[in-house]
């Protein structure tokens, strides 16, 4: 029996041991980032016996590899009816060669999905001067992509440089906007009739695939992202107005802008297209009463309520909210999910100026209407891209965010 004991102590002993020697090492940042442009030329090389290309990201989107209607044909209808506004495809695929040149592009990451107006999505801007091909107009480059990996910030962080093969991907429009993507067929359950987003569109890279073809270079760094500081006038003139050009609103998607001098107006937009003009379809947001009434404001019943983001009635599009320069003489659209961690909280009131950070949108993904300037919005990574002067400790007058919280009223300011 003692024998018995001793054989089987022997033996957790050696069974313990084995496991502990083949527990693996603990990860270190050198085993997931790539340290130095030598490192990376050698793992290119590589990987691409055929050679490879890293392209800049307007080159990627130029024919031959984006063209007007895509390549991607898997029936007669292809994509949904109301994706076509004249000759120009809203909805489109172009699949990318699997093999072959390796094709690349390089870029650093502006988005932040922690705040939850980014879910799998990232946006990339690019990261060399060479990569304007010596074009001054050129002046920032940024690309969407869409990835099926929730907290896609928790790998790649804001501001990290990547390069990613692109190879057995996609180049697509969603709603007119530019990504890197994989085909998918979208089956509405809720649409009424085929016209309404059922059919073939730019679809999300599944994560493991989009790991395996993301390098990433050095430690994230913010402070290289690129922003275009604009007031609201500034903004006007080279956004706003240039609405009806729908195939040059593609180059100017996505890039990370700073609005200047600009407060929110407790209004949002009615999205009527039958109003005279954009301006006319303003309303102001309804303020929370419980005494008064318990639904009116609150933004988890009531989609124009004071807040960022109400309730959407499970349309699911993101909630916007009009922000204006002195005077009120210009007007941009603030975009926010409501599924942001932000988005019950309640807009400032107009006597807070400041700045607003983001990425600009041109979301247009329906033909059978006129694009018109709210296509334009401004979508923030978090709460602290908006108005962070008022946010200050310092800040003369200084705003304190408040979240919506049942039965108790909106403060007065």
Known sequence: MKTNKYLYFILCSFVLAFMSSCEPDPLTKDDVLINDEAKLQKLLDEANPDGYKIYNINTLLAAPFMTENGNFKSDSSMYRTRSTYGTMQLFSIDTLPTNGQGIYIRGRIVTDDYGGNFYKTLVIQQVNDWETD?????????????????????????????????NGLA???????????????????YATSFTQK??????????AKFRHA???????????????????????????????????????????VKLTDVHFTSSYDTLDSKAASYKARERVCNRYNPAEND????????????????????????????????GDAHQVLISASEYSRYAHFYL?????????TGVLSYYFDNGNYSPDPTKWAITPNNMDDILPEC????????WTPVEWKKGTAQPTE
């Open 198 to 207: 059922v059919g073939w569109a730019p679809g999300r890279i599944p994560a």
């Open 348 to 356: 400032p009131a107009a006597k807070y100026v400041g700045s607003i």
């Open 171 to 189: 180049i697509g429009r969603y709603a007119n906007q530019p990504q890197l993507c994989v085909p998918t067929y979208n089956n509405n359950i």
């Open 214 to 256: 993301a390098l990433m270079v050095g430690q994230p760094d913010k402070s290289k992202l690129v922003y275009e500081t604009l007031n609201l006038a500034e903004f006007e003139t080279k956004y706003l107005n240039k609405y009806n050009d729908v195939a040059g609103a593609r180059l100017l998607d996505a890039r990370l």
């Open 295 to 326: 639904t009116i404001g609150n933004p988890e019943e009531d989609k124009n309520a004071c807040t960022f983001a109400p309730t959407t009635q499970n349309v699911g599009h993101p909630q916007s909210r009009y922000v204006k320069d002195a």
């Open 391 to 398: 946010q200050q400790e310092g800040a003369s007058l200084r």
């Open 134 to 166: 010596g074009n001054p107009a050129i002046d920032q480059q940024c690309l969407r992509i869409s990835v099926d990996m929730g907290s896609a910030s928790g790998m790649f962080h804001q501001g990290q440089d990547i390069v990613i093969r692109c």
